[in-house]
T-cell receptor, first 115, second 109 residues
Framework: DAGVIQSPRHEVTEMGQEVTLRCKPISGHDYLFWYRQTMMRGLELLIY????????DSGMPEDRFSAKMPNASFSTLKIQPSEPRDSAVYFC?????????????FGEGSWLTVV | DAKTTQPNSMESNEEEPVHLPCNHSTISGTDYIHWYRQLPSQGPEYVIH???SNVNNRMASLAIAEDRKSSTLILHRATLRDAAVYYCTYGGGYQKVTFGTGTKLQVIP
C-alpha cells in the first residue's frame, strides 16, 4: 500500500518566488494535515482538512501561505512570495477518522530552502 | 492542543531496555495516547497507541498510568536503529493532533 506521497522532495528557490508543495494522501483517509518543522519551532501544525474541507488553519503563519484540497486524493500548500524564513521541512500527513484516535501517517517531507 | 511534557533527551546502552516518560495531565477520558518517532531525515512514524490498558506491539510497549495523566513508552532492547526523537501526543475523534518537542533518544553502542 502506498503511503503519503509528497513532491517535490527537495526544492531550492529564490526569495520572492512562488512555491507549491504537493501531497497525495493515503487512499480512503478523510483527514489531511500540513505540518512544518524547523529546528527553532519544532513540528507545527499549519492546517488540516476533513473530507476536503479546511477545518482549522490557525497555524498558517500569514497570508503568504495558502492550502487547498480540490479532491480526496490531492492537496497543495502554496507560499507566495517565499522568504528565507520559510525554509523548513514541510510534512503532509493523513488519517482515517474511524480508526482508533487519530493515528497519523506522514509523508517523507518536502525540504524547502529559500535563498 | 495536546499539552505534553517529555524530557528533552535520554541515553541508553544498546541491547538494554529504555523507558521514555510522558506527562499529559490535561488528557480527557476519550483521548487516545499516541507515540510517534522520527528517525533522522524522515517523517514521524507511528509507534503505538492506547486508551487505558497497557499495549504491546512488535515495536514497543505502552504503559499507561491508572489516572491516565502519564504514560511510558518501553523499548525492550534498544538498538542503534532506535535512535530517534520520540513524541507522545493525545487526541481522538475530531481533534487536531499537535506535537511537543519530544525526547531525543541516543543509543550508545
Amino acid at each position: 500500500d502506498a503511503g503519503v506521497i509528497q513532491s517535490p522532495r527537495h526544492e531550492v528557490t529564490e526569495m520572492g518566488q512562488e512555491v507549491t508543495l504537493r501531497c497525495k494522501p493515503i487512499s480512503g483517509h478523510d483527514y489531511l494535515f500540513w505540518y512544518r518543522q524547523t529546528m527553532m519551532r519544532g513540528l507545527e501544525l499549519l492546517i488540516y482538512f476533513n473530507n476536503n474541507v479546511p477545518i482549522d488553519d490557525s497555524g498558517m503563519p500569514e497570508d503568504r501561505f495558502s492550502a487547498k484540497m480540490p479532491n480526496a486524493s490531492f492537496s497543495t500548500l502554496k507560499i507566495q512570495p517565499s522568504e528565507p524564513r520559510d525554509s523548513a521541512v514541510y510534512f503532509c500527513a493523513s488519517s482515517f477518522i474511524a480508526g482508533p484516535g487519530n493515528t497519523i501517517y506522514f509523508g517523507e517531507g518536502s525540504w524547502l530552502t529559500v535563498v | 492542543d495536546a499539552k505534553t511534557t517529555q524530557p528533552n533527551s535520554m541515553e541508553s546502552n544498546e541491547e538494554e531496555p529504555v523507558h521514555l516518560p510522558c506527562n499529559h495531565s490535561t488528557i480527557s477520558g476519550t483521548d487516545y495516547i499516541h507515540w510517534y518517532r522520527q528517525l533522522p531525515s524522515q517523517g514521524p512514524e507511528y509507534v503505538i497507541h492506547g486508551l487505558t490498558s497497557n499495549v504491546n506491539n512488535r515495536m514497543a510497549s505502552l504503559a499507561i498510568a491508572e489516572d491516565r495523566k502519564s504514560s511510558t513508552l518501553i523499548l525492550h532492547r534498544a538498538t542503534l536503529r532506535d535512535a530517534a526523537v520520540y513524541y507522545c501526543t493525545y487526541g481522538g475523534g475530531y481533534q487536531k493532533v499537535t506535537f511537543g518537542t519530544g525526547t531525543k533518544l541516543q543509543v550508545i553502542p
